[in-house]
Nanobody, 125 residues
Framework: QVQVVESGGGLVQAGGSLRLACAAS????????MAWFRQGPGKDREFVAR????????YYADSVKGRFTISRDIAKNTLYLQMNSLKPEDTAVYYC??????????????????WGQGTQVTVSS
């Protein structure tokens, strides 16, 4: 059974930075397709970034491209999301998601079988 646990959220001023971490257990990251999603107040859960099992294919939502960077540390079995130039509209609960299977749905929450509990990111103006 795969488990993922997020950490690193918090309160930051607009223009600041945060780094989220997602520690995985049960499978190694090079056997998982990983992603970050977020859900703002009153909004649906939305895609932020994803990383292929090989680590070579990366996608970002247009809203975070150029500001956020997804990466992983195989030795620590941990996924990261470096968030720079944060904006108030980035305020959300951020979720780490994982799946062992490829699908054409990896840009949507339904493409993932395993989820963390979420970590709150609040960006003040």
């Amino acid at each position: 059974q795969v488990q993922v646990v997020e950490s690193g959220g918090g309160l930051v001023q607009a223009g600041g930075s945060l780094r989220l971490a997602c520690a995985a257990s049960g499978r190694t990251l090079n056997n998982l397709r990983m992603a970050w999603f977020r859900q703002g107040p009153g909004k649906d859960r939305e895609f932020v970034a994803r990383l292929s099992w090989s680590g070579t294919i990366i996608y970002y939502a247009d809203s975070v491209k150029g500001r956020f960077t997804i990466s992983r540390d195989i030795a620590k079995n941990t996924l990261y999301l470096q968030m720079n130039s944060l904006k108030p509209e980035d305020t959300a609960v951020y979720y780490c998601a994982a799946t062992e299977r490829y699908s054409s749905n990896l840009g949507n929450p339904g493409g993932y079988a395993y989820w963390g509990q979420g970590t709150q990111v609040t960006v003040s103006s």
